[in-house]
Structure formats: C-alpha cells, structure tokens
C-alpha cells in the first residue's frame, strides 16, 4: 500500500446505510429449549419449556427468574385467562393451573398420557386443550375436570385459538384445520387445501385467523389465512428453510404480526400478510415462539433460553448518516434471502485491501466471483443475480466468501426458482 493511498483511505469520509436492529437479547439464566411466552400486562410475563422450564418477569422482561413448579416435563403452552388465573400444557398429559397469578401452580388431572401441545380458554370456566394424536380436552368448570372430545383422528394438532366464546380454530398435520362454532363442543374438519404441517394458529377477530405450515421435502414455508373464520383459506409462499419445527405466528390485529422460525428467521407484515419484512436477529437462535403486548411490544423466545425483546414494534429503519472508516472487517448476511431473482451482500473493511467476494454451489464449487480488486477503507454492497453470473443456476444453498487481507468469512444464501 503506498503513502499517498494511506493518507486518502484515512480521511475519507464514509456515507453509509446503517441498519438498526429493534430485538434486543435479554438473559434468562438458563439454556433450555423454551417453547411458549405470554404476558398478562406490560410488566408480567411467562416462559414455559422443556424438563419443566418456567421462567417469570415482574419488570417487564428487564430481569427474568426461573422457578420450580414440580415437574420435569416438558412444558409446551401457556394461556392465561387474566392476571390471575392461568393453564400450562405439556407432555404426558401435564395440566397445570395458577389461581395467585402465576407464584404457585397446581397440577390437574388430564385423563390422558398424550403430549398437549396448546391450551386457550374463552371464559373463566371453559377451555380447550390440543395435543398429538388429534386430542382435544374441553373443560366446563375451570379445569376442575377435563373431557375428551372423541373426533377420530389421528393426526397431531399443535395450535387452538378461540375469538369469542363460541368460534374456536384448531390445526395440525397434513393441513388438519378444525372449526367450532359451539364452544368446543363439536369440531368440523374444514378440508382445506393446505399440504403442510400447520404449526400454530393466530385467530385477532371472528372474521380473521393465521397460521404458518411446512411443507417437504422442500420445507417451504407458506402463511395460510382465512377472512370468513375459518371456512375457506389463501396460502401464500414465504421462504424455505430445514425445520419445521421452530415456527410461529402472532398477530395482534388483522393487519400487524409476526412469524418467527429457524436461524433468527423474524418477518414482520403490516398489510395482512400481503407483504412482509425480514427483521434483524442479533444471533442465529432457533425461535419457536412470539408474543405481542401491542404494535410496539412484543417478545420472541427459543432455542438455547433464548429471549429477544422489541418495543417500537421490531421495527427495522434504514438510516443515512456520515459515518468515520469502519474499525474492522465485516461480511453482512444477504438481504433478502431466500431470494429470487438477485440479491445484495453488504461487507466493510477498515483499511486498503485487495478484496474478493466469491460464490460457491453446495458441493464447494466455485460458481462466480463478484469482487476481485482493491478497495480502499469503506462499506459496500455488491449484487448477486445467479442468472447473469451462473449456467442453469439450481435452486438450493449456496455460499459467498469474503477475503480482504488476512480476514475471511462465508454465509450461507439460498436460491429459490
């Protein structure tokens, strides 16, 4: 590097695109796979997950405590009616009930030895409970007593939702969508056109319900609402990724919600589900479950005891600013992505440097070469249209390298056809 560039990389003067992410990590004190988190009010929320995880806040998620309530399974849903009164579910037939808001928590008798995977209740005396093997519970008195309601399926249903007392929805496998319109009493199956595996159900309004389903061998991911409660249903794609698993929805009104899922996956929607943005995770965590308070807050759990928090609504804004020479070597990942037909990875680098940015197919091929020069002190983005760039460009994974002096670093992009 000569003096002369020295000097200029020095004083150039940056204008960049800075992103801000909204979702801050919060410290739960435990490693464990959490699996559902619901709020009573602003200040109180909690935690369920696996061999009996609970974990409580009382200052708004600042500060989080775990707390034994006498199990060891796995814990997979929470609802609570008020502030008071509340219902966790878990596997082995686990029901659990809090009358003191949460502090003590009494185990209740089932009737069955199936994994429950959700539980909603519509007044203070009747709810319904979901689980594998097409197991519905219904109680008329608090949970005091529990009944099965016999519906002959066999499929595993993992999300219910009701939007008034007597209009509840159910899904599950193979694109299983139950409707009751008495209570929970009797169930009719919807026949849907959905192929995939319904993860969790949304339901803001009598008119309006959402859900997320997987889909293979592809693992597509497709957000799938109805506008009539229930009857009839609109499947839109999302993006793909590998598992099922880790996937859920929230919406707080017909119009503002959530879907959450594998590897940071955080997409926020506005307009009903027409359009929806990618949010910026501050880490690659697995995320099963959201919650929102209001537009503007809203708290995501997961894998590893995972808790991310946002209070303007996950919001992502892009601002300009001046910006002084990075201070260190950077790979951003692409936006979007999955993508179709391009895309554009962002990278900085603190000082002169002969920089590369490399593709790779999934079989560790070289396929394009996007950047190869030198670049003085700065932040870029370059553009990647596989079309322009690649013969027959397969669908698929594929990888993008960055090496810039003695750094390197590679991120993983998926192409969709």
Sequence with gaps: MNSVMKKLSLLVIIFSITLSAQWYQQQSGTENYLSDVVFTNISH???VGEYGMYVSTTDGGENWAIKDIGTNRTLNGIFFIDSITGYIVGNSGTILKTSDGGISWQSQISGTTVNLTDVNFYDCMRGIVVGVSGTILRTSNGGSEWAEINNGLTEPLYGVSFSDN???IT?????LV????????SWTDMNTNISGTLRNISYPDSNNAMSVSWTPPNAAISFNKTTNGGITWNTKFLFAFGNFYYLNICFINP?????????GRILRTTDEGESWVNQICPGLFDLTAVTLLDTLNGFIVGRYG???RTTNGGVTFIENEFDKTPSNYSLLQNYPNPFNPNTTIKYQI??????TI?????LGREVATLVNEEKPAGSYEVEFNPASSIKNPASGIYFYKLCASEFSETKKMILLK
């Design 45 to 47: 929320g909690f935690i």
């Design 166 to 168: 007597n209009n509840g």
């Design 171 to 175: 899904v599950g496998g193979n694109g």
């Design 178 to 185: 139950l409707k009751t319109s008495d209570g929970g009493l």
């Design 255 to 263: 119009n503002f919600g959530f879907v959450v899922g594998e590897d």
């Design 306 to 308: 995972t808790i991310l």
């Design 350 to 355: 603190p000082e002169l440097s002969i920089v």
């Design 358 to 362: 490399k593709v790779y197919d999934i």
